[in-house]
């Protein structure tokens, strides 16, 4: 009856220790949230280059959980409207904040 009690404690040592190995943090692979933001913005990035108006102006692209913040200067209301339309239209893209303003004259 005594073997069979310490064979019950080495299976339960070695299941813990199975499940503890299991969770190491640096084992972990990044939060998917990370590369999926990293695509949107890329996504957003490619349509704004892809515009022959709008390839030549600094929006910054600023994407969190899929929600996007277009940051930046552009010249025309036309080109403010024209980059929210590529952004919205973008795969991955929940929401855009429009953080662009026109340059003064």
């Known amino acids: 009856m005594k073997l069979y009690g310490s064979y019950q404690f080495a299976g339960l040592l070695f299941m813990t220790a199975t499940l503890l190995a299991g969770c ?3 084992s972990t692979p990044p939060l998917k949230t ?3 933001d990293l695509d949107v913005t890329t996504h957003v990035k490619m349509a704004l280059m892809n515009d022959p108006v709008l390839k030549n102006l600094n929006i910054e692209i ?3 959980n899929g929600d996007v ?3 930046g200067v552009v010249e025309t209301q036309s080109q403010m409207d024209t980059a ?3 952004a919205k239209g973008a795969a991955g893209v929940h929401t855009v904040h429009n ?3 026109i340059k003064p004259e």
């Open 24 to 26: 190491d943090p640096a």
């Open 69 to 71: 913040r277009l940051v």
């Open 62 to 64: 600023l994407t969190t």
């Open 99 to 101: 953080e662009l303003t």
């Open 34 to 36: 990370e590369v999926v």
């Open 84 to 86: 929210l339309t590529l």
